[in-house]
């Protein structure tokens, strides 16, 4: 949506990821109360709320990314060399490692704050290693089979548009297929977030007396 109409695109975008983001917080929330059935979808009338949503999801990323965002930008241009790209490698994977801790605190605490605080995210992550580990792995599993499948669907897209082209391009059929995948892979990602979301919340309802975050 952000990519078409300038700036009223882009807060259509803002707006539909924090609504997303919204419902994704929702699932993390029930399920750390141990809430079997999903949650209902959020209340759209008052679009500035999932603005908020959506920046506090982003900035939830940031915080797991940010070590390697400043290698990035500040180091890799002084340092231009195998041991600069080696750095942006082992930050970059500290954020993949740091980034559902990242999510669950700011679902949580309301707030992506305590997802910038380093010290507290890798105190959590070492009071519940071996259940975060587990967690993680699943959830790389998960992510990797979205990306494939995602792989396949620009695959399937590209080999019809050529196909389009060399039967003296049938036009319509190559735009049915492309809005075809896109629906397809926006309902694999947004299943994929969901199990994700649920996957955290599930590990917070069986860990939060280890993690004791709002204890006292």
């Not at 954020?95 to 605080?117: C, D, E, K, Q, R």
Request: with cysteine; glycine share 12%.
């Amino acid at each position: 949506v952000s990519n078409w109409g300038g700036v009223w695109g882009w807060a259509a975008g803002l707006v539909t990821t924090g609504y997303l983001a919204a419902y994704y917080v929702n699932v993390i929330k029930t399920s750390g109360v141990g809430q079997k059935s999903p949650p209902d979808w959020p209340d759209l009338s008052h679009p500035a709320d999932m603005v908020g949503f959506g920046i506090q999801w982003m900035l939830s990323f940031a915080a797991a990314f940010f070590p390697a965002i400043l290698v990035a930008f500040f180091v890799l241009p002084q340092m231009y060399n195998v041991l600069g790209f080696a750095l942006l490698g082992m930050s970059a994977l500290l954020g993949i490692f740091i980034y559902p801790m990242a999510v669950l605190l700011t679902a949580l605490y309301g707030s992506a704050g305590a997802a910038f605080n380093y010290p507290f995210v890798v105190k959590s992550i070492m009071r519940i290693m071996s259940e975060y580990v587990m967690a993680w792995v699943c959830l790389l599993v998960l992510a990797i089979v979205v990306v494939l499948i995602s792989l396949l669907g620009m695959a399937l897209n590209f080999g019809a548009a050529l196909a389009g082209g060399a039967v003296g391009g049938e036009l319509i059929g190559v735009i049915i297929f492309f809005l075809l995948y896109q629906v397809i892979l926006a309902g694999v990602s947004l299943y994929g977030y969901m199990v994700f979301c649920r996957l955290l919340g599930q590990v917070y309802y069986f860990s939060q007396r280890k993690l004791g975050w709002f204890e006292g």
